[in-house]
């Protein structure tokens, strides 16, 4: 209705988040018009940035009312993922004696922090760093996975008994990951404390693991990737070998 009254300014609010398939492919079909229509001005409120990309020229990002980011709409983007990454990154603290999810009075410190910036390119390597303290005398293990939050699954393991330590008390260790193979998602890398099994020598108990507060989530944001698939085209490809027979 608002479309058909032809104003020169339309205010949508979230209007790309309801309706069926029919109703999105004909908002598509008015947005990519309304663009190159210099006496329209629309303005779009919305949660996703995958529009903001398509069709807005300027954006405004606003946080608790104030705003944030103006103008550019890559930067509006990438920042609105930010602030959503970290919006569960608040500091958990011990309290009444009990500890945070995935911790224990072996393992009372475990968390995966970023040290590069969370919104990468595959051309980034991504650095971060994992605190622990761990004061048995015995080695220890740390295992850290990267979840696929879009996709859903574990996108890659570093095994259980691959990262070997024996630096005991509270340390922090820095560690590298390159994202050339990705294509454009969510991710997040988790980490636990492992030490060999006493009843089977050949495997590892877990001591502790971090939570969601306590892992590392970053953003692969790249125009040269795709968005679907996981492992992007410039390091995977299917090739046709032959003729049909």
């Known amino acids: 209705m608002a479309i058909k009254a032809q104003g020169d300014i339309l205010v949508l609010d979230e209007v790309l988040a309801v309706g069926d398939e ?4 004909k908002c598509d079909d008015y947005f990519t018009e ?24 300027k954006a405004i990002l606003i946080k608790d009312g104030d705003i944030i980011v103006n103008g550019n709409k890559e930067e ?17 603290e011990q309290k009444n004696g009990k500890y945070p999810d995935g911790l224990n009075s072996r393992c009372p410190v475990l968390k995966v922090k970023p ?19 761990f004061n048995e005398p ?38 590298k990951m390159p994202l050339e193979l990705f294509n454009n998602g969510d991710f997040r890398l988790v980490a636990s404390l492992r030490t060999l099994s006493k009843k089977s020598p050949d495997t590892t108990d877990m001591v502790a693991f971090t939570n969601d507060a306590n892992s590392c989530s970053f953003a692969i944001r790249d125009s040269e990737n ?20």
Do not use: W
Not at 38 to 46: F, G, Q, R, S, Y
Not at 141 to 162: C, K, M, N, P, W
Not at 229 to 242: F, H, K, P, S, W
């Open 226 to 245: 795709r968005e679907y698939a996981l492992i992007n085209d410039r390091v995977m490809q299917i090739t046709q070998v032959g003729s049909p027979k």
């Open 138 to 175: 015995e080695d220890f293990y740390l295992a850290i996975a990267l979840h696929d939050l879009r996709r859903g699954g574990v996108a890659f393991d570093t095994g259980s008994e691959t990262l070997k330590f024996t630096e005991h008390g509270h340390h922090t260790v820095e560690f």
């Open 115 to 133: 040290i590069s910036h969370q919104i990468c390119k595959s051309s980034d390597t991504l650095r971060f760093e994992v605190e622990y303290e």
């Open 76 to 92: 509006a983007a990438n920042q609105y993922t930010l602030e959503n990454l970290q919006a569960d990154k608040a500091e958990i």
């Open 22 to 25: 029919a109703f999105q492919q």
């Open 34 to 57: 309304v663009k190159k229509d210099p006496n329209k001005t629309v303005i779009l409120v919305t949660h996703s940035m995958d529009a903001v990309k398509k069709y807005c020229n």
